[in-house]
């Protein structure tokens, strides 16, 4: 029994890394940059496992990311620090995210390239859903109250990463080329990558995020791996 909170808490750091390796590759380098493609039985198994954890719809998610790039830290970027304030985009991540993935107009304008199948339609696209069913499983590992929190840790702290790299990311740190993202080594530690965001706006098609030895993308070896499986394809940087 005393040990029940240790194992929740493991779970709960490990559903979040696996949270943000799905979506660094996943989501971000494979269907907002197209610097990879993904066998699709891997890019089924991270939208399943971030539709169990996070409730993220994969197509809102890409179009508020583009439309961040298209507009970054300039009037019509979703969550940008230099223009809503940092500790707003701190604090208020989740709220500028779901506000902007709400508007049609902006899934329709920067997700053209993306189609709907029938497991969007059918599970994907209905996030709750999948909150309600990533709860129920953590509950029958965990039991009702560590369950319970565990979900919640793994949640608040992905929503909090989430708002480091856009808030934290565009505000504190160093920079390798002039734009106006920043990269932060700890963070990237511990997002899959996503802290090199200075990197990443210098060559947002490349499936590396790293530019420097001292610089470590934890992704990057994965996605070195499931390349050489054969369960990745690689894009050259632009």
């Not at 559903?15 to 799905?22: D, G, T």
């Not at 991270?46 to 169990?52: D, F, V, Y």
């Not at 608040?156 to 934290?168: E, H, R």
């Not at 790293?210 to 940087?237: F, H, M, N, T, Y």
Request: proline share 5%.
């Amino acid at each position: 029994m005393h040990t029940d909170w240790l194992r929740a808490l493991l779970v709960a750091v490990a559903v979040v890394q696996l949270s943000s390796f799905c979506t660094t590759i996943y989501l971000h380098r494979c269907l907002a940059h197209r610097a990879l493609t993904l066998n699709p039985l891997v890019a089924f198994f991270m939208r399943l496992h971030l539709w169990l954890a996070t409730g993220m719809v994969p197509r809102e998610w890409v179009a508020v990311h583009r439309k961040h790039h298209h507009f970054t830290d300039r009037e019509g970027d979703p969550h940008s620090p230099i223009l809503k304030g940092l500790w707003k985009i701190l604090l208020g991540n989740a709220f500028y995210y779901a506000r902007e993935a709400a508007n049609p107009e902006t899934v329709s304008r920067y997700t053209k390239d993306m189609e709907d199948d029938w497991f969007d339609r059918a599970l994907f696209h209905r996030g709750l859903l999948g909150l309600g069913v990533g709860i129920v499983l953590f509950v029958l590992l965990l039991g009702p109250w560590w369950g319970g929190l565990g979900f919640a840790f793994q949640a608040v702290t992905y929503i909090f990463l989430s708002a480091v790299i856009n808030g934290a990311g565009h505000a504190i740190g160093y920079k390798n080329y002039d734009n106006e993202a920043t990269n932060m080594r700890l963070v990237a530690w511990i997002t899959a990558g996503e802290g090199l965001h200075n990197n990443h706006h210098a060559f947002p098609s490349s499936p590396k995020l790293s530019v420097k030895w001292s610089e470590i993308d934890p992704a990057w070896p994965l996605i070195r791996v499931l390349a050489g499986l054969r369960l990745a394809g690689l894009r050259p940087p632009s």
